[in-house]
Every structure is written in C-alpha cells, then in structure tokens.
C-alpha cells in the first residue's frame, strides 16, 4: 500500500526536531563550560542545531499541507510524484549540508552557513512544492479560507526571501557592509514571517477541524489579522536593524510597523478570558493542548517584541540574550507547540493509532515538563540579557568579565535546555513509534 | 497594493536606503577576501557585526579599536573558548584588513545617547 506522503514528511521532521534539540543541547553546554566537547567545537554544533531545528518548522509545516489538501479542502493535489521527488530532494540536500557542518565546510551566511551551491536544490524543491499548491488550490471554487491565504503567501514569500538571503553573492551587494547587513536581516526577517505564516495557517487549520466550525476561517477578523501579519512580514523586520547605520526612514518605519503588532496583542488580551473557556473545555483533546499552549507563548512572547521594537530599549537588549529569548520563544513555544498540535491531529487521522495507557501519560506528563523548563529556560536568557545589556551600557567590565558574571544564570539556563529535552522526547517518541508502526504495515 | 509597496520600498533599501560611504576607502581586495574568509570559518557562529550573529564571543564591528596586535593574538592563537583555526599569516592579514573596514563604517553598541519623547533615540 502506498503510504500517505505527509507523515512521511512527519516523521522526518520529527527525527530532525530531536536531533537539533540533541545538538542545541550540547551547544547550550559549550556555552557555558568552556572546553566541553572540544574535539567538535560549538562553530559546528550551532548550525547543526539551528539547520535541525529549521528542517523541523519546514518539514511538519510542508507535511500537513500535503496532506490536508486532498483530505479536507476538497482540492485534488495536482500532482502525486511531485511531492515525493519533494521529500528526496530535501533528505539528498540535507543530509549533504549536515556533512558539511561535520567536516567544518562553510561558506554561507548566518542561518546558511553551508556552501552557497547548495542553496540550488531547496530552491528547486520549493518551486516544485509552489507549482503543486497553486496548481492545485487554483481549481477550487468559492471563496478561499484564510489559511489557503496564509500558506500561498509563506509559499511565494519564501521563494522571495530564500532568494534575497541569497543576494551577497553580488558584488553590489556585498561590497558595502551596511547594505550588505540591512538586506540579510531584509530577508531573514521576512523569512521568519513566510515560515510564520505556514505555521499560523496551520493554527487556524487544526482549529477548524477539532471545533468542526469552518467560519473562523472565514471570518472578517481571521482576514484582518493576516493583513496585519502579511504587512509585517514586508515591513516589521528593520527592528532588527535599529544600531545599523542604514538611512533613519527605514528604522521608524519598521518601529512604526512593530506597533501594530499591539493590535494582535490587544486582540488576545480581549479574547483571553473566552479561551480560557474554551480550553477547558476542550483540554483533553491532544491537538488542542498544545494549540492553548501556543496562545499563551503568543501571549508572552508578543509582549516581549512589542517591548523591545522600542528603540530605546532596543539599544540596551540588541545583542544581548533577550533576543535569543525572543526567537526561542517563538519557535519553541508558538511553532513548535502549533505544529505538534498538527503532528497529532494528523497521525491520529492517518494510523487510527491508539496510545497505550502509558503512552498517552507519557504525552501528558512530557507536555509539562517540556512548558514548565521552557518558561524556565525563557526567564533565564531573559535574566542574562538584562544583566548583559546593563553591564555593556556601563561600559567598565571587558566581555570576558561580562559573561563570566552572567555564567551562573546561563548554566541554568543550560540544564533547563536538558529539561526541555526531556520533556519533548516524552512527547514525541509515542508519535514517531505511532508513524513507523503505520509505515511498516 | 501591499506587494507594489512592498517591491517600491525594497528597491529603496536596496538603493538609497543603505546607500553608506563610510570606511569605503579601507574595502581593500585584503578586506574583501577577509570578508569571504569571515564565512569560511563561521566567525558569525560566536561573533556579531552590529550585534547581529552569535553571543559566545565579543561583537566585532569595532574590534580594531582595540588595535591590531589584541586582535592578530586571538586569531593566530584562539582561546579556551575560540578554536585556533590555524590559519595562515596572510588570512590573518585579509580578515584584519576586513575587520578594519568594519571599524570605519560605523559604531556597536552605541553607548551614549539620548532618548526622546517618542521612544526613538539620538546618538551622541
């Protein structure tokens, strides 16, 4: 029996979720305990955790749409062999970037540290993965539901932003720091957006089908916020920039952009004690778990952005571990928690898997864990960022002695990473031994 | 009208928006190839240029500053938390020529500055 493509793409990306975390482990070790595992240095575990990590949001996010498209759009995929020539392309490229990264090969920039050639074939793959979306969604008639919205524009957008991240290689580009700066982050940050819009189309999805009601995806609303969160995935990404010295109208734009994020935020807020209502009543359903999770790190980590696109805060956390509080936050606590939420709906759906007794106690009891040590895990970076920020800007202490007084919070930090490893592989382990129990029949 | 925007406002960035001269006088062909030898060795891994890459080690955007020989050290030798990446004298050279470029584009972090009404901030 040929099996479903989607949770082909489940598994893998289940496998590359912990094998990042594994590596984001060990880094989070080098980090604080100079010398730990100095034979393959932290210069290869940082983008062998960061790849691993990125394949993860990519690969469960491709995984449900694959799926969800004939299943429950009512859109017959254009074609059926496009996805797997998909998934082959991706695991060739990938395993050849992970190569890369081990023999130290590098050559690319942050987030892509790997050769720039092999940039060729994840643009290949994504061409095949848009001409069979649109082929596909552009037969269905009627209006379309928010979400075929929000996956058509993380579709094109990372087809733009992919090739943008990719302009360095141009000399008009590279041969001046300041542009050459602006535009990474141009494109990273509206990279993150285009993935972000995957994921959230996915939120609304699963939403849809564990309530059964479809109008959420219809509404005025649901279209409202995705115009706001299209528009700051054009525009929101120079907060990043602020201390570059790019031309002024840039930064206030941007700081003018990241405050429409209030609207969100104040969205939420109205809206808290109603899913707070809601998750009660339906918290036994697995999926939405981890949807309710997802809201209240949406919660926290919204709060956090809104706060540091000041620019002058922004000037104090730039650089410091509040940033990388900002984006843990986000892809740990909103698209990792989104996408198990899909990951689950989606094999139940597809293995009519039952979880044994201690499985389903094994989930349960991974989720707290892996929520409790990522609040801790949070509080932490936040913590060091602050404590790093105050020390630069009073500007009496060298770097060495600045982290060497912020050392004892990170090794905190360090062990809730391990925590947070634990508790993931509690939930993720039923799944996958859900997936290859369905694969081997 | 979003995208048309969006494509009107890009090519500004692309264009006037970053469109910096300072320090243009110190991109060498040594600077450029320090630039490539930068991505080679993943210096972005634990080092950031206007705090944007990794937070194990110091931003070195204006690491020059501190002159060239505390900086040749660090890189010929490494550290207990640096590698010593072994690298020839002359990729030494290329990524100090790169570096200093770096220093004349402009400063990071700013540390004196006033904050206005608004929430932006003027550097001093």
Redesign the interface.
Known sequence: MKKEIGIIFIALAMISLLTGMFFGTVSALQ?VF??FL?DF???KV??LHVSLVIAWIFLSAIGGIYYYLPKYCGVKLFSDKLPRIHFWIFVITGLLILICYVM?K?????YW?FPPILSVPIFVSWILFGINYFKSVFKKAGQWPVYLWMWATGIVFFFITFSEAHLWLLPY???????D??????AYGALVGSWNMLVYGTALFVMTRVKGDETAAHSKLAFLMY?LG??NL??GWAH??Y?????L????FA?FMSMTELLILGKIIWNWRKSLDEAKKDFHILSYRFIVSADFWVFLNLSLAVIIS????N?FT????IT?AHAMGSTIGINSMILLASCFFLIKDITQYEFSGMEAKSIKIGFWIFNFFLMVFWVCLLVAGAEKGAM??E?KLA?QQIMANINPILIVFAFSGIGLFIGLLMVVLPALKAIFSYLKK | MLVVFNILYSSLVYTIGTDNTKGESFYTENAKRGQLLYQKYNCTACHQLYGLGGYMGPDLTNVMAKGEPYTKVFLQYGTQRMPNFHMQEDEINSLIAFLKYADKTGTSPIKHFDVNRDGTITPK
């Open positions: 980090f100079p010398g100095n240095p932290f210069v940082r983008p130290g590098f050559g690319g920039r942050e540290e580009f590279r041969e001046n720091l300041i542009r700066l602006t535009i990474q982050w141009k115009f299209f528009a054009l525009f990043h920039i201390i570059v010295p790019s031309a109208w840039i930064r206030i700081y000041v620019p002058a805060i000037v730039h650089g410091t571990h990388v630069v800007m500007d770097f």
